[in-house]
């Protein structure tokens, strides 16, 4: 079964500076997809990154990044110039693809200091 | 992208009844999904909704107690049963979009259900 581990239930940080989320996955596939997502207290979900397993390239989409470490099953997302908006739940996810759902992770409450 | 509404956008229920919970999507549709996200919690599948044929449900999940149907590509209903205080949570629908990546999901606003 897959598994996706989030250790930081919450995170702080200044404005404009830069912030990494941790997300450690267990999968006995070789091909997969690893997703973050974003939700604001709106409850909106929303899709912020996307990768998949056999690109070594890491994505990356404006100011998101991850860091991906196949060999590791780590996939953590950095967050350049955090701006107040980014402030939200941010969901690490799993996917084998095509007709799967997602699995997710706890969860990480990121705070934006001003 | 796709605009993916739910109706209702929340809703407060007495046990023991049952509220169903509509999905509708703006654009082609291959994959529709159901998740549950109780009070703090993270999100959990709950089914994946099959164009007319019965629904696949996640271990824990029963289709008497969350029927599921889709009538169509882009439309798709969850029945929350019998409800008691345990079922307050957000329901979400997902989908993936045809033309775009199989696995990549896009979420509707959910419906935030509290049962007294």
């Known amino acids: 079964a897959q598994t996706v581990t989030q250790s930081q239930p919450e995170m702080s940080v200044q404005e404009a500076e830069t912030v990494t989320l941790s997300c450690t996955y267990d999968t006995s596939e070789s091909d997969y997809y690893l997703f973050w997502y974003k939700q604001p207290p709106s409850r909106q979900m929303i899709l912020v990154i996307r990768q998949e397993a056999y690109k070594q390239q890491n994505a990356t989409e404006n100011r998101f990044s991850v860091n991906f470490q196949k060999a590791a099953k780590s996939f953590s997302l950095k967050i350049s110039d955090s701006q107040l908006g980014d402030a939200a739940m941010y969901f690490c996810a799993h996917s084998e693809g095509g007709a799967d759902g997602l699995t997710f992770g706890k969860g990480t409450h990121l705070i934006i200091q001003p | 992208s796709a605009v993916i509404s739910q109706k209702p956008s929340r809703d407060i229920c007495q046990r023991g009844t049952s509220l169903t919970i509509q999905c509708q999507v703006d654009s082609q549709v291959t994959m529709m999904f159901w998740y549950r996200q109780q009070p703090g919690q993270s999100l959990t599948l709950i089914a994946t909704a099959n164009q007319g044929s019965e629904a696949t449900y996640e271990s824990g999940f029963v289709i008497d107690k969350f029927p599921i149907s889709r009538p169509n590509l882009t439309f798709s209903t969850l029945t929350v049963s019998n409800m008691s205080p345990e079922d307050s949570s957000i329901y979400l629908c997902?989908?993936?979009?045809?033309?775009?990546?199989?696995?990549?999901?896009?979420f509707g606003p959910g419906t935030r259900l509290t049962v007294l």
């Open positions: 997902s989908v993936t979009l045809a033309g775009g990546f199989m696995d990549e999901q896009f």
